[in-house]
Nanobody
Framework: VQLVESGGGLVQPGGSLRLSCAAS????????MGWFRQAPGKEREFVAG????????DYDDSVKGRFTISRDNAKNTVYLQMNSLKPEDTAVYYC?????????????????WGQGTQVTVSS
């Protein structure tokens, strides 16, 4: 099983980034996919999640209206489009895969994790 994130980097406040997570080694379309983030000295926190289709999604209030999660089951890839970025969005972003009947905000609901990609929002 592999989850490989890409697309992180340094961006100015108000800018945009698109994260990608390529999955392999499991039946991608059967899994809930989530994005989490962890800032230095803080716990890992839920950002967004998507069920097997793109019609069932969930977002943390801090990113609602700015971030969009989507998935392409044909490409085994999940995306996180991040707009209007703020300095407080700075963190390592992780994608995760979990079996479930709905999107969960709990870290423990996800079985597989990527290695993370750094997002830094700074002028």
């Amino acid at each position: 099983v592999q989850l490989v994130e890409s697309g992180g980097g340094l961006v100015q406040p108000g800018g945009s980034l698109r994260l990608s997570c390529a999955a392999s080694g499991f039946t991608f379309s059967s899994y809930v996919m989530g994005w989490f983030r962890q800032a230095p000295g803080k716990e890992r926190e839920f950002v967004a999640g998507v069920w097997w289709n793109n019609f069932n999604t969930d977002y943390d209030d801090s990113v609602k209206g700015r971030f969009t999660i989507s998935r392409d089951n044909a490409k085994n890839t999940v995306y996180l489009q991040m707009n209007s970025l703020k300095p407080e969005d700075t963190a390592v972003y992780y994608c995760a895969a979990g079996r479930g009947q709905a999107v969960s905000r709990m870290v423990t609901a996800y079985s597989y994790w990527g290695q993370g990609t750094q997002v830094t929002v700074s002028s």
